[in-house]
Nanobody, 112 residues
Framework: QVQLVESGGGLVQPGGSLRLSCAASGSISSVAVVGWYRQAPGKQREFVATISSGGITNLANFVKGRFTISRDNAKNTVYLEMNNLKPEDTAVYYC??????WGRGTQVTVSS
């Protein structure tokens, strides 16, 4: 079974940027959909973004214009570029492969 490891989280000030990475232990080139969810304290996990094998992206309304999702099949890695971060973006961010395989998450904290 392929395993996922997220990285790149941390503490950033409002308006700042972070780039999350999700490294897979196996090939993702044939995986139809990969993406990111997030879970804030006391809230349910929510959809953030997906990208298909053909490069079609889908982003939640609250991140459109600020976040970009991409995938590098040669590196078996999915990225989430996050700009203009807001305190409400504070959450644990999880990546997935076709909503079946999940990583353990990386913490993003946006605070001054």
């Amino acid at each position: 079974q392929v395993q996922l490891v997220e990285s790149g989280g941390g503490l950033v000030q409002p308006g700042g940027s972070l780039r999350l990475s999700c490294a897979a232990s196996g090939s993702i080139s044939s995986v139809a959909v990969v993406g990111w969810y997030r879970q804030a304290p006391g809230k349910q996990r929510e959809f953030v973004a997906t990208i298909s094998s053909g490069g079609i992206t889908n982003l939640a309304n609250f991140v459109k214009g600020r976040f970009t999702i991409s995938r590098d099949n040669a590196k078996n890695t999915v990225y989430l570029e996050m700009n203009n971060l807001k305190p409400e973006d504070t959450a644990v961010y999880y990546c997935h492969l076709s909503f079946r395989v999940w990583g353990r998450g990386t913490q993003v904290t946006v605070s001054s």
